[in-house]
């Protein structure tokens, strides 16, 4: 049985810093891109950052400088560590898996960032 279980959301003052972390389970971690999406209120679900099985990294040019995203693969991890956070990026947060064949979601943690 697949699992993604998001942990760390919250809330934070704007300027502030929070770490998500996800577990995974239920299928081959080390063959997967790992990805972080989110989705604000109103708003469609967009990409944050994600990590390809060789460590490749990707951003949203929104997060760029701000956000990293990183994975180990002896503990079926993935974490993203959100620094500098701004009003905007309050959302859902979800950890997905992603291969060629098939996409894995958790069930999200909610970020909320005041000002």
């Known amino acids: 049985q697949v699992q993604l279980v998001e942990s760390g959301g919250g809330l934070v003052q704007s300027g502030g810093s929070l770490r998500l972390s996800c577990a995974a389970s239920g299928f081959n971690f080390r063959l997967y891109k790992m990805a972080w999406y989110r989705q604000a209120p109103g708003k469609q679900r967009e990409l944050v950052a994600s990590i390809s099985d060789t460590g490749y990294l990707d951003y949203a040019d929104s997060v760029q400088g701000r956000f990293t995203i990183s994975r180990d693969s002896a503990k079926n991890t993935v974490s993203l560590q959100m620094n500098s956070l701004k009003p905007e990026d309050t959302a859902v947060y979800y950890c997905?898996?992603?291969?060629?064949?098939?996409?894995?979601w958790g069930p999200g943690t909610q970020v909320t960032v005041s000002s």
């Open positions: 997905v898996a992603l291969s060629r064949t098939e996409n894995y």
